[in-house]
């Protein structure tokens, strides 16, 4: 492990193609463990890395080893899912309360069915008490 992090050490010098794979393999290859380790080993590199101008190099070793072999570039697949889920949960909520404090207030404050149901409880049909 040792030579390969020594051969990708220079982030900002065009990658060698096998090099990168070598380290995506290793790291693929990994325990949990083992690709935390590489992360940190890796990360302060990357850190300094992403603020230089290689930033943008698609072909320097930073990018090889930071966005392509650790991933540290970007946001993952499910941060950008449950960004749209929270934001799909808000506007529901917001929808649900138009309808709530708004509409149904508008349109009279009861539905349809509430008011038919309140006009046979209170008819003049009911049987006295007193008749008992």
């Known amino acids: 492990m040792g030579a390969d992090m020594n051969a990708v ?4 010098k065009k990658a060698v193609p096998e090099q990168i794979e070598n380290f995506r393999k290793l790291y693929e290859s990994s325990s949990s463990e083992g690709k935390q380790e590489l992360i940190d080993l890796n ?6 890395w992403a603020k230089t101008d290689s930033y943008n190099d698609k072909e320097s070793t930073g990018y090889g080893v930071c966005c392509d072999g650790l991933g540290l570039c970007g946001m993952s697949g499910w941060i950008i899912f449950l960004i749209i889920f929270i934001i799909l949960l808000c506007l529901a909520g917001a929808a649900a309360a138009f309808y709530f404090f708004y509409y149904k207030r508008k ?3 009861s539905d349809q069915e509430e008011i038919e149901s309140a006009d046979t409880v209170n008819s003049k ?4 008490v007193d008749s008992y």
């Open 43 to 48: 990360k302060p590199q990357c850190d300094e």
């Open 125 to 128: 049909h009911d049987i006295s």
């Open 107 to 109: 349109m009279g404050g």
């Open 9 to 12: 050490r220079d982030f900002k």
